[in-house]
């Protein structure tokens, strides 16, 4: 019987540490070969999904007929026939009732067209036959006017809220601008909460968004660059930078990225994060998605790239190592002292939160001998009459604190805070009254969980709790040595981690005594006189002097 024991303890230690080791290697070679699969689709050729093209020609009826072969039979698009008041040329503007600012429309479209005067150099341009040159310099009264014969991106525009002017006689196309959204008011950020600083968050208008940046400096390298994603939505994405500072490789990388995209439809930033990430494979967030403009300068400052789109609130920055996943805002906004300590409480947070469940497994499960006798005797006390291992003891409390924190978030505010506060109160006490879990493993569960909490962005706080999960299955086959394998292959994962070239973990592997100064600690802001290395930025001097 004895020797059964032994030969089953030994099997159980052995498979533990095939396991552990196997995993990790198995999802690198499952990577590889999944990153080949992503660059063939992503070789996928480019088509439009604008059936019936067409060439516009100089009769106006046949280019009508041809849009409305396109745009189909939908009500919301108005299609207005009017004569042009110099010589009753007919004409039509097509627009979408509901994205146009019909107050702009008659004003400064249809009155100047249906009345127009004859001024003397305008007179001359008509008898010309140049009536381009007199739509555009005389007739209208809009400040934003193209001239287009590419009917994919005249379509584009008018779907966009743009308004179309066709002419008779005319085998061009007159893009007028007057759209108006529909927007809600600027607010506080809501996920990104701080004591002091701006309270001023993005919108879903990218125009806003873009004008909130373009306040915040008077900076003329400051530029915007526009790209349209989602073959089917054709959504507005602009990539910001500061032109003197930005690498010039990084800038072409993220645009390249950009355009090589293949989507229907983006309907947040978060679909861009998937699509232009290094390692969709890796449980590491390697985009920093954000709601507040201050970070977004302060990151395109330092000479990072930042993203915004069309229709979402959130603003995407890169490259996104881990360090900025602990850094606030407010660390730059109160003292150096107090804010670098609060900086290394969020590290110690950040380990806690994975590895503390991890570590009670290991030292109850396996290594009772290294905890303090009297320790021991507390623990032990609480677990008589527990029917469950350790580590079904943890997975009951941490699958029910994480149901609870997502029935939190999806009800409503009011009753979803209730819910998260009243649920983890009742739940403890009823589980510890059962018997079905020890009052230790309820402190335990619930300091890891006020850890977890302590994560400034959001989606690192998730990949610390799906991690933590892992250790805690590594603590039970192997105990200590689980949880040190775990801990090193997750090191190795992390140092061999790039986004957009930049290592994750700098700058622990690339040494820069700047970089260092914004690392643990946040030094005095007097001493920080070169942007981060890291990044490579064209202009490294942020102040001449200390």
């Not at 149901?403 to 009753?415: H, M, T, Y």
């Amino acid at each position: 019987m004895e020797n059964i024991i032994e030969f089953l303890l030994w099997l159980d230690v052995w498979i533990g540490t095939i396991v552990v080791v196997l995993v990790p290697v198995l999802c690198t070679v499952l990577a590889n070969k999944l990153k080949g699969l992503r660059k063939k689709v992503h070789k996928r050729k480019e088509q439009t999904f604008l059936p019936n093209q067409f060439v516009l020609s100089a009769k106006l009826a046949q280019n009508v007929e041809h849009i409305k072969a396109i745009v189909g039979d939908s009500s919301d698009i108005i299609f207005r026939q009017f004569k042009l008041g110099m010589d009753n040329r007919s004409c039509t503007i097509v627009h979408i009732d509901g994205l146009v600012d019909q107050q702009l429309l008659q004003q400064s479209i249809l009155h100047p067209l249906m009345h127009s005067k004859q001024s003397k150099s305008g007179f001359h341009l008509f008898k010309s036959g140049n009536i381009k040159d007199y739509l555009l310099y005389h007739a209208l009264e809009v400040s934003d006017i193209k001239a287009l014969k590419d009917t994919d991106k005249m379509i584009r525009q008018l779907l966009s809220g743009s308004v179309l002017l066709l002419a008779e006689g005319l085998d061009e196309a007159f893009v007028l601008s007057a759209k108006k959204w529909i927007s809600r008011n600027l607010d506080e950020p809501i996920t990104e909460a701080l004591v002091r600083g701006p309270r001023l968050s993005f919108i879903e208008n990218i125009r806003d968004n873009t004008a909130i940046l373009r306040r915040m400096t008077t900076d003329p390298n400051l530029t915007f660059s526009d790209f349209n994603v989602g073959e089917r939505t054709s959504k507005q994405l602009t990539v910001v930078y500061v032109k003197d500072i930005a690498n010039e490789e990084l800038v072409k990388e993220v645009k390249d990225r950009i355009q090589n995209m293949d989507i229907d439809h983006a309907a947040d930033t978060g679909y861009i994060e998937q699509l232009i990430e290094d390692n969709y494979m890796s449980i590491f967030p390697q985009v920093q998605a954000t709601e507040r403009p201050d970070r977004v300068m302060g990151a395109i400052l330092e000479g990072r790239v930042g993203i915004l789109l069309d229709g979402s609130s959130y603003a995407l920055i890169v490259p996104a190592t881990f360090s900025v996943m602990v850094q606030s805002p407010e660390d730059y906004y109160e003292r150096w002292i107090p804010m670098s300590l609060i900086r290394l409480l969020r590290y110690v947070a950040a380990f806690l939160s994975v590895f503390l469940p991890s570590f009670y497994i290991a030292f109850v499960s396996f290594h009772q001998g290294l905890i303090p006798t009297d320790l021991a005797l507390a623990i032990a006390g609480t677990r008589v009459g527990v029917p469950f291992p350790t580590i079904i003891e943890a997975l009951l409390m941490e699958v029910s604190i994480e149901l609870l924190r997502e029935a939190g978030l999806r009800l409503p505010r009011p009753v979803g805070q209730t819910v998260g506060l009243v649920g983890a109160l009742i739940i403890g006490e009823a589980a510890v009254q059962a018997g079905l879990v020890s009052p230790i493993m309820v402190i335990v569960v619930a300091a890891t969980a006020i850890a977890s909490f302590v994560s400034p962005h959001y989606g690192a706080g998730i990949a610390l709790r799906a991690l933590r999960f892992l250790a805690m299955f590594s603590a039970a086959f192997l105990g200590l040595y689980g949880i040190s394998l775990f801990f090193l292959a997750l090191c190795v994962h992390a140092v061999k981690l790039r986004s957009f070239g930049v290592p994750y973990i700098t700058p622990g592997t690339l040494y820069s005594k700047e970089d260092w100064k914004d690392f643990f600690l946040r030094m005095p802001l007097f001493t920080m006189r070169n942007r981060p290395a890291e990044y490579f930025p064209k202009d490294q001097v942020r102040r001449k002097k200390y």
